[in-house]
C-alpha cells in the first residue's frame, strides 16, 4: 500500500493552473453497467446530500462544519446539478458525454429546470 503524497498541480499542469472558479455544472456519476448512458437534472437537495456524504463527515470540526456546509450550498446554488447515469458504451466512446451534456442542456429551458433548482 503506497502512502499518499502532497503533488504540486502546477508542475503538472504548467500554464494552466486556475487558483480559483465558479462552475455551472456539477455532474454526479452512478456506475449503471446493464443500461445505456444517459443524463438526467438532480435536485439541489440530492446534490448537497451526495457532498456532504463526500466530505469525511468524522473529519468535520464543529468550529468548521458551518462553514463548510455553507461552501457547499453555495457551490449547489449557483451550479446547475445533473447526475450522469454512465453506461458501459462510455467507456468505448466517452466522446458520448458531449452529446449526453448538450442533450441535458436542452432540457434545461424545459421543465426540468424548474423542478430540480430548489433552495438548499
Known amino acids: 500500500m503506497s502512502a499518499k503524497r502532497r503533488i504540486e498541480i502546477r508542475s503538472l499542469y504548467p500554464?494552466?493552473?486556475?487558483?480559483?472558479?465558479?462552475?455551472?455544472?456539477?455532474?454526479?456519476?452512478?456506475?449503471?453497467?446493464?443500461q445505456p448512458s444517459k443524463v438526467r437534472p438532480l435536485s439541489s437537495v440530492s446534490a448537497l446530500?451526495?457532498?456532504?456524504?463526500?466530505?469525511?463527515?468524522?473529519?468535520?470540526?464543529?468550529?468548521?462544519?458551518?462553514?463548510?456546509?455553507?461552501?457547499?450550498?453555495g457551490l449547489v446554488q449557483g451550479s446547475r446539478c445533473l447526475e450522469l447515469l454512465a453506461g458501459p458504451e462510455l467507456?468505448?466512446?466517452?466522446?458520448?458525454?458531449?452529446s449526453l451534456l448538450a442533450?441535458?442542456?436542452?432540457?434545461?429551458?424545459?421543465?426540468?429546470?424548474?423542478?430540480t433548482h430548489q433552495p438548499v
Open 15 to 34: 500554464n494552466q493552473f486556475v487558483p480559483s472558479c465558479l462552475p455551472q455544472v456539477l455532474l454526479f456519476l452512478q456506475l449503471v453497467p446493464n
Open 49 to 73: 446530500r451526495i457532498l456532504l456524504a463526500q466530505s469525511a463527515p468524522p473529519l468535520f470540526d464543529r468550529h468548521t462544519m458551518s462553514q463548510h456546509l455553507e461552501v457547499l450550498k
Open 91 to 98: 467507456v468505448q466512446y466517452p466522446e458520448k458525454l458531449t
Open 103 to 115: 442533450e441535458a442542456e436542452g432540457d434545461e429551458h424545459g421543465s426540468h429546470r424548474d423542478r
